[in-house]
């Protein structure tokens, strides 16, 4: 059972390919190379077990998971390029070089195919029935995405959340379709979500006229968005969206009208 991301072969194989690399090819690299090849290689090679690392910690977000793997892949291939041109131009150690090149090929094939299982995987669990199904299509789970809160101005927040609660601060990030721009800071499974109106026209500047700063609305994860808010509708519960539009992160999201749920704006957030 895979417990911990030292459990990948990939990041075993790719962090003590990035010793290698480290002891064995930098320092017999000419001194003309060091803000170029030397610089790149040791770059490269040491990014991709700390995005396998990253992107492991991230298996419950699809998008962030896929964009960590994507971002190795793309390392693998550079490093690559780089013991290629070790290998070629300055005739260090050819033979540990193509075997490198020979791992980091094969690292590359099985990151991807690491990030198409669980894609696979992710989707075969929207699909599952509970326990104690009682013959609906939808599996009815949720669990916490993120609470968000509406703030005049982002960058004079980040003191709060960043620099004094010493959340990390995964992104910030536009996003046009709600007149928003949105940091995201991690905090365990969850996010907070700190919005600024972009537009004075935004949902979020006119919550700040007549409320001030504050809480906007929690927002809960679900499994099949559609069929959620099909269920919500004919239970009665009224609905700001009733087809699923863009969020953050590449997520499908859907607001609940507050005042079927006492007062509390709900979104509802398939990642």
Known sequence: MIKSFRDLEVYQNTYKASITITTHLLPKLPEAERY??????????????RLIAEGFA??????????????????????????????????VEPELCQNLVD??????????????????????????????????ETVKRTTMSHIAIAVKNISESLKLWQDIFGFKLIEVIDVPDQKVKVAMFEIGDMHIELLEPLSPESTVAKFIEKRGEGLHHIAFKVDDIEATL??????????IDEKPRKGAMDSRIAFIHPSSTGGVLIELCEE
């Open 36 to 49: 170029d090849l030397y610089s790149q290689l040791n770059r490269a090679a040491k990014a991709i077990p």
């Open 58 to 91: 991230k298996k419950h977000q699809k998008a962030g998971f896929q964009k960590y793997l994507d971002d190795a892949v793309a390392e693998c291939y550079e490093t690559i390029v780089s013991l290629e041109h070790v290998k070629d131009i300055y005739r």
């Open 103 to 136: 791992l980091y090929d094969k690292t590359a094939r099985q990151i991807y195919n690491l990030a198409a299982a669980w894609n696979s995987f992710k989707n075969e669990r929207r699909k599952t029935k509970t326990y104690n199904d009682t013959g609906s």
């Open 230 to 239: 099909e269920h919500l509708k004919k239970t009665g519960i009224k609905l």
